[in-house]
């Protein structure tokens, strides 16, 4: 089986009910995958393609999965993010969807639905795509 990650998303915006609370739950779970934010202001906070700004109508409800590199990660993932606020969606555990998958599912403040995902052994071609302006 051969799986392509990294090559449809460009970013992903979340709205949230309360930037500072979400703020501290990313910052945990993300850290936890060797992540952090990217770019923080008082309006909003970027990890790499994940935006997250406060909602001022509608707050989002999605599904995200992130990438892990191992079953260790994605109980760490788990652990953190049910100390920084999150509630259980699915303790870690190997799922049925394809041999090797690994995942949890934790829901964010506001409702989100956040996986961690480890899909078996595999070989990454690149750690991540580059963009480049033109001169």
């Known amino acids: 089986m051969e799986l392509h990650r990294g090559r449809l998303i460009d970013h992903v915006h979340l709205r949230v009910s309360d930037l500072q609370k979400s703020r501290d739950f990313y910052r945990a779970a993300l850290g936890a995958l060797g992540r952090e934010l990217?770019?923080?202001t008082e309006s909003f906070f970027v990890s790499d393609e994940l935006f997250v700004d406060a909602a001022s109508d509608y707050v989002s409800?999605?599904?995200l999965a992130f990438q892990t590199t191992?079953?260790?990660m994605v109980d760490a993932?788990?652990?953190a993010s049910l100390k920084a606020g999150g509630?259980?969606?699915?303790?870690p555990g190997e799922r049925s969807y394809h041999p090797g998958y690994y995942a949890c599912f934790v829901l964010d403040p506001d409702g989100n639905n956040i996986e961690a995902v480890w899909h078996g052994p595999h070989d990454?071609?690149?750690e991540s795509v580059v963009i480049t302006a033109p001169v």
């Open 87 to 91: 509630k259980d969606n699915g303790a």
């Open 124 to 126: 990454r071609n690149t």
């Open 61 to 63: 409800r999605v599904h």
């Open 70 to 72: 191992g079953p260790e």
């Open 77 to 79: 993932f788990y652990t």
């Open 38 to 40: 990217t770019l923080e």
